[in-house]
């Protein structure tokens, strides 16, 4: 039997990272205006990260890739910790609210690596009777 939270997680988190990836190409604007200048060609890579969350999101809502899903999730917030710590120095939001963001990311790095590794020991244990 599956616990609340190993249905409630992957897909809160699945549906974040899924409309978090849409508004990517339904607003881009807003990405770029914050992320304008940390990388060349920003409007491709804004692209490509909504592509990706698009892709951490379904793959968290499917219960068999689901393994896969929070390594996707933790690779991609491991991917914006550049672009968030490239926001201090720059008048983009107040330093406190960064620093919250950043503290919350890094939750979530702990809480996407734990539920890997929880799946991962899951999909290599033997099932009862064996």
Same mark, same amino acid.
């Given at each position: 039997?599956?616990?609340?939270?190993?249905?409630?997680?992957?897909?809160?988190?699945?549906?974040?990272? !899924?409309?978090?990836?849409?508004?990517?190409?339904?607003?881009?604007?807003?990405?770029?205006?914050?992320?304008?200048?940390?990388?060349?060609?920003?409007?491709?890579?804004?692209?490509?990260?909504?592509?990706?969350?698009?892709?951490?999101?379904?793959?968290?809502?499917?219960?068999?890739?689901?393994?896969?899903?929070? !390594?996707?999730?933790?690779?991609?917030?491991?991917?914006?910790?550049?672009?968030?710590?490239?926001?201090?120095?720059?008048?983009?939001?107040?330093?406190?609210?960064?620093?919250?963001?950043?503290?919350?990311?890094?939750?979530?790095?702990?809480?996407?690596?734990?539920?890997?590794?929880?799946?991962?020991?899951?999909?290599?244990?033997?099932?009862?009777?064996?």
């Amino acid at each position: 039997m599956h616990s609340l939270k190993n249905i409630l997680l992957p897909f809160l988190f699945g549906v974040l990272f !899924l409309s978090g990836g849409i508004a990517h190409f339904v607003i881009p604007g807003f990405y770029l205006q914050i992320s304008e200048g940390f990388l060349p060609a920003m409007p491709l890579w804004i692209k490509l990260s909504g592509i990706a969350e698009i892709l951490t999101g379904l793959l968290l809502l499917i219960p068999g890739s689901r393994r896969m899903g929070w !390594l996707a999730a933790l690779l991609l917030m491991l991917a914006f910790l550049p672009l968030h710590i490239w926001h201090f120095g720059r008048d983009l939001m107040p330093v406190w609210a960064l620093i919250i963001r950043l503290l919350l990311q890094l939750l979530l790095i702990i809480l996407f690596y734990a539920q890997f590794r929880k799946k991962a020991q899951q999909d290599t244990s033997p099932g009862p009777g064996i």
